[in-house]
């Protein structure tokens, strides 16, 4: 089997191009490298360009006899996409389409896509399963929640086999300390705070303390990397397995919320360090609470979360952020 992974040379991708290699599942990669960082796929077949680039696709699909596309490449900021939603429909949603119309001329049809669990909004229950009705609060998940309509679209019209995995938190990172969070700029909780505590930062902001959550902060479910990493595979073997014109969507998380208080108060505890804390005002199109059920990615896809406490997950990343701070 071999399965193409579009953005395979970011955060989330990397770890996923690992995660194959590890199981002897082939793998190809197309990644701009607007983001990712070549080192993470050393070694891999790698072709540095835009996804949506029609050359660049034909080339691959020519090139590769491609099982699958696990399609990780987008724009993911919320705050960033309220400011600029141009970005986020044309990188998320525009780009997909040219790619599932690529993949229709070379009879490639299985694809496990990237969602988010900002598809839902600002959730109308404590714990959010694949029922709630999705309602996006901002472009970014509206462009991602586009996507999904139109695999659904696609999986009904021209047999398309489609997986939408609608991530709560991605953090963490691989135990050896070799990948992790590498984003610039960096603009997410856990490896902002990392930063912090290791000294490559000077503090950390607190985007709003006046939610109405128990400490007023913003609540999030935060899941391991290698977790989402399993799930993928996980979600492409029960592709494998579908009749064609097959479209489903789930959630994967932990069922539990932390409070950025609490991340903060984790990370501290677990680097012995203090931080420098300020009070900030809330950021554009930030949701309260986001805590996922992942009920059916366990009893559809078997799906095993390995490192589901926040103290493991933030200890992988500490021992990354160690390794970046050259401590
Ligand atoms: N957050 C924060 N300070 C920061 C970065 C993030 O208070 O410097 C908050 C953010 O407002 C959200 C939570 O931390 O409530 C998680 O944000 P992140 O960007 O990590 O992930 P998101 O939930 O946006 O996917």
């Known amino acids: 089997m071999k399965v193409l992974v579009l953005g395979g040379a970011g955060y989330i991708g990397s770890h996923m191009v690992t995660y194959l290699q590890a199981q002897n599942i082939g793998v190809v990669v197309i990644d701009d490298l607007s983001t990712g960082f070549s080192d993470s796929v050393a070694g891999v077949p790698l072709y540095q360009g835009d996804f949506a680039n029609q050359e660049l696709l034909q080339q ?7 099982d699958a596309v696990m399609h990780f490449a987008a724009s993911s900021q919320v705050g960033e996409s309220v400011l ?4 986020y429909y044309s990188n998320n949603l525009c780009k997909t389409q040219v790619l599932l119309n690529i993949m229709r001329q070379h009879q490639v049809i299985n694809i496990v896509f990237s969602s988010t669990a900002a598809v839902y909004g600002s959730p109308e229950q404590a714990l959010i399963d694949e029922q709630h009705p999705v309602t996006p609060i901002n472009p970014y998940g509206r462009s991602k929640l586009a996507v999904e309509w139109m695999l659904q679209d696609y999986a009904s019209a021209y047999g398309i086999k489609a997986v939408c995995l609608r991530y709560f938190n991605a953090a963490g990172a691989a135990i050896d300390a070799s990948n992790g969070e590498r984003h610039d700029p960096e603009t997410h909780l856990i490896p902002l705070v990392l930063q912090a505590l290791s000294g490559r930062r000077h503090g950390i902001k607190v985007f709003g303390t006046d939610y109405a959550t128990p400490d007023g902060t913003c609540i999030r479910d935060y899941i391991h990397i290698l977790d989402l990493a399993q799930a993928h595979l996980l979600a ?5 397995t579908q009749s064609s014109c097959t479209y489903r969507a789930f959630n994967l998380g932990n069922g539990a919320g932390f409070s950025v208080c609490q991340v903060i108060a984790t990370a501290k505890e677990i680097t012995g360090q203090q931080l420098n804390e300020e009070a900030s005002a809330r950021r554009m199109g930030d949701p309260a609470v986001l805590v996922a059920s992942a009920e059916q990615a366990k009893q559809v896809l078997g799906w095993k ?9 933030i200890a992988h990343a500490w021992a990354w952020e160690q390794k970046l701070a050259g401590l």
């Open 60 to 66: 691959v699909f020519k090139e590769h006899q491609i």
């Open 84 to 87: 600029n939603p141009e970005k």
């Open 236 to 240: 492409l073997n029960w592709l494998l």
């Open 305 to 313: 979360p390995q490192y589901t406490q926040l103290q493991e997950i």
